[in-house]
Structures are given as structure tokens and as C-alpha cells.
């Protein structure tokens, strides 16, 4: 299966060590970590993280893309399929095993460099990564939540065709949740 592909404007590569810079800018924006972690996440966090987070599973199915702008070659943020944490307040990394899909919902998620808003890019990657995860594994249904206050991200996720399922458990709490199955992802690529 091939981890790296691409849609109309991105390029889509699984998210390496090499990405700790960008990663660390990213995060350094106070605009993008509001409806996440709240504030910006400090460098050597992210320095610390960077090795886990960059961890796959399912044969490599799942994990984060970083996105890069296929005319200019810029960076511009990561898209992602992860295993939804429920009681857990964030994303459990140890799930992701090298040969086998989490057994729990998996969501799908983005994040875009300020600079870039309001352009499109979320969307299409969102888009992308569903095509993936009906054409490239096995997944009956991907989820999603957000921030209550996250409109333009709840905004994102209908225009890709996931449903409102109201309040979910997730992230040990409650929060707007999506979901799009096989069939409806199916239907609206058909139609
Ligand atoms: C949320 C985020 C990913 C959106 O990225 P983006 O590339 O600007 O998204 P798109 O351009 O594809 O679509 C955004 C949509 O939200 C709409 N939108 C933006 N701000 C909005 C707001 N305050 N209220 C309602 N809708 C809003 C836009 O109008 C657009 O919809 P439209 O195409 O119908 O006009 C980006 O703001 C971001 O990276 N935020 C920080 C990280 C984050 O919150 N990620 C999501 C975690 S759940």
C-alpha cells in the first residue's frame, strides 16, 4: 500500500522526524492550538512528542500525513486517522501497532498553518484521507469531534460529508461528534 499520494493541491507524506521544525512553528500559534490544547504547545513538548506521534499502525493505515502545497512545495499543516480516545483526554499512541488496526473508532483530524485558512486545504485533505480509509484498509466508518467553538472544523467535516451525531463521549468528555460509514461515504462519491 503506498502512504505517500496526493489530491488536486496536496501532497500528502506519512509525518516524519524531519517535520519537528514545522511541527514546532505550528504549534507556536496560539490561533491554532485554541480549540485543541488550549495554547501554544512549547518546543521541547513538541520535541518530546515528535517520536511518538510520528508512529503508524495497521501497516501503516493510520497515523498523520504532513500536507504540502504540490505548486509551491510549502508546508502547510497534517491531516490524520487515529483511534479516538474515549475516556482518555488524548490521543493513546501505545494503541498504534505496526501490524494491526486499533479495535476502537477511529477519527479523522487536520490542522492547517494559520497563513492558509479559509483556502480549502482542510477540506480537501479531510476529503482525501476518507477516500483512503474506504479505499486502503477495511474501516466501516471514520469519526470525528471537535471543539464546541470549532465552527469552521465542524464547517470542514459536514462539507466532507460526515453527519452531526450530536454530544459523543470522547477525549473524557462530551463533544459535537461526526461520523461518515462505507455506504454514505459510497452514495455521496456516487452521486
Ligand atoms: C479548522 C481548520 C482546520 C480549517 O482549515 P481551513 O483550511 O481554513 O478549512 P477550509 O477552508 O477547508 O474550510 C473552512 C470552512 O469553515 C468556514 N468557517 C471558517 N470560520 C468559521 C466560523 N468562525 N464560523 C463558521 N464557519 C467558519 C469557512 O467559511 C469554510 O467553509 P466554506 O468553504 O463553506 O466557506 C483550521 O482553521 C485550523 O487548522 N485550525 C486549527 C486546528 C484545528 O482546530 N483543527 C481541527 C481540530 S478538530
Redesign the pocket.
Known sequence: MELSFESERLLYRPLSNDDLEFEMALWSDP??A???TGEPLPAEKIAAMMPVVTQRAGNGCIGIWSLTDKASQEQL?HALLLPLPVEADDTEFELLESNQMPDRDIEV?????RS?????????ACDRLLEFAFTETDLNSVV????PM????Q??LR?CGMRDLGLIRAYAGRFPGFEITRGEWCRLRNS
Open positions: 490561533q491554532v485554541r480549540y485543541i499543516g483530524g487536520y490542522v492547517i498553518k492558509h485558512w479559509g483556502l480549502g486545504y482542510a477540506t480537501e470525528a469531534t471537535t471543539d470549532n465552527l469552521a472544523s464547517s470542514v462539507k
